[in-house]
């Protein structure tokens, strides 16, 4: 499956922002969907997860209660919606795939990988 993750930007602290992913060539619902993300000099981190129908999510302790995480089935994209942003969640933002039942919150188990997305949020 490919993935082409779209929708950073720059923007202000407190401030909102939607990153998408759009999955081809394979079928999408066969795979739970997740978002890292990449800090500057930091190592690649889980943000959010969501299994393969969309009733199951989890998320890093850090975007819990202001990042939401769906999915559309029938338009091959994951979304990640970002409330009250911070400096600190300035990051490349990768969706990855994985073919399997389980949600895993760590990197391993995802095959595929999008191209990365880039927020920045100005304070």
């Known amino acids: 499956v490919q993935l082409q993750a779209s929708g950073g930007g720059l923007v202000q602290a407190g401030g909102s922002l939607r990153v998408s992913c759009v999955a081809s060539g394979r079928t999408f619902s066969n795979y739970v969907m997740a978002w890292f993300r990449q800090a500057p000099g930091k190592k690649r981190e889980f943000v959010a997860g969501?299994?393969?129908?969309?009733?199951?999510?989890s998320y890093a302790d850090s975007v819990k209660g202001r990042f939401t995480i769906s999915r559309d089935n029938a338009k091959n994209t994951v979304y990640l919606r970002m409330n009250r942003l911070s400096p600190e969640d300035t990051a490349v933002y990768y969706c990855?795939?994985?073919?399997?039942?389980?949600?895993?919150?760590?990197?391993?188990?995802?095959?595929?990988w999008g191209q990365g997305t880039e927020l920045t949020v100005s304070s």
């Open positions: 969501i299994s393969r129908s969309g009733s199951s999510t």
């Open positions: 990855a795939a994985d073919e399997t039942i389980k949600l895993f919150t760590f990197e391993t188990p995802y095959d595929y």
